[in-house]
């Protein structure tokens, strides 16, 4: 099987609120000029997310689309979850019960 | 099981890191909450700091202080803050576009309280946050 070199897993850790959210961001577009614009974000050590982290998402999944990838979440602990339905982004990110799922089948 | 709990801080970032802590600590004092309810409250404690600290003027001098009242039927928070008034019908509650970055905050808490009251209160703005408990 030929090497994926167009898919970057990406794992924040802690809260992902306005302090963490720009710097996620900009991981994600570094990863699309990268060539990578297949990104996994693991949640699996995230604790808690708000709207700042929730925007940050929504840039990194316009950025890999605009450049023919796609992103996908992973391990997503319960309040994320919560607040990924209450916002109804769950529409548009679907979250995958581990990274390897979420990492085949674009 | 009641309680009380005020925190005193400037309104930046770094700050709501120090809610978060508080909040931490009133699940570990107070183990007959819900972890459901106090992990909503969180959030919306969040949003409405986040606020403040993003629109908040003049930018990075004002001051807040958060105060949470943990009672039988409800948890209370009132974030007052010392910066200008907000205007008129500064916020929306109204959940924004799919693909939109931004304007989340206040629709989010919103979505997880019983009641979310703004007004201004002679020198400072008050932000009161309730959420009934399940």
């Known amino acids: 099987m030929a090497e994926d070199t167009r ?8 809260r992902l609120n306005m302090v963490a959210a720009p710097a ?10 990268e060539g990578r614009d297949r ?9 808690f997310i708000d709207s700042s982290g929730l925007g940050a998402l929504i840039a990194g999944l316009k950025c890999t689309r605009q450049a023919g990838g796609d992103l996908r979440i992973a391990q997503v602990p319960e309040q994320v979850m919560t607040v990924l339905r209450l916002t109804n982004l769950d529409r548009v990110l679907r979250a995958h019960p581990t990274v390897a799922d979420a990492s085949h089948d674009w | 099981m009641t309680g009380d709990y005020v925190l005193d801080g400037l309104a930046v970032p770094d700050s709501l890191d120090l809610l978060h802590d508080l909040l931490e600590q009133v699940g570990v004092e107070h183990p ?3 972890a459901s309810d106090l992990m909503l409250f ?10 403040v600290v993003e629109h908040g003027k003049p930018p990075g001098e004002v001051r ?5 009242a943990v009672r039988p039927d409800r948890l209370e928070g009132t974030l007052s803050d010392s910066g200008e008034e907000y205007p008129g019908g500064a916020w929306g509650t109204d959940m924004p576009d799919l693909m939109d970055e931004d304007g989340r905050g206040l629709a989010l808490a919103t979505a997880v309280l019983e009641s979310l009251v703004y007004q201004r209160s002679g020198e400072v703005n008050e932000w009161t946050m309730v959420r009934a408990l399940s």
């Open chain 1, 7 to 14: 898919t970057a897993v990406l794992q924040p850790t802690g």
């Open chain 1, 24 to 33: 996620l961001k900009s991981l994600i577009e570094e990863s699309v000029a």
């Open chain 2, 64 to 68: 807040w202080q958060f105060r949470l």
């Open chain 2, 42 to 51: 969180e959030t919306a404690v969040i949003e409405v700091a986040g606020n």
């Open chain 2, 32 to 34: 007959e909450l819900a």
């Open chain 1, 39 to 47: 990104v996994v974000v693991d949640f699996s050590d995230v604790v």
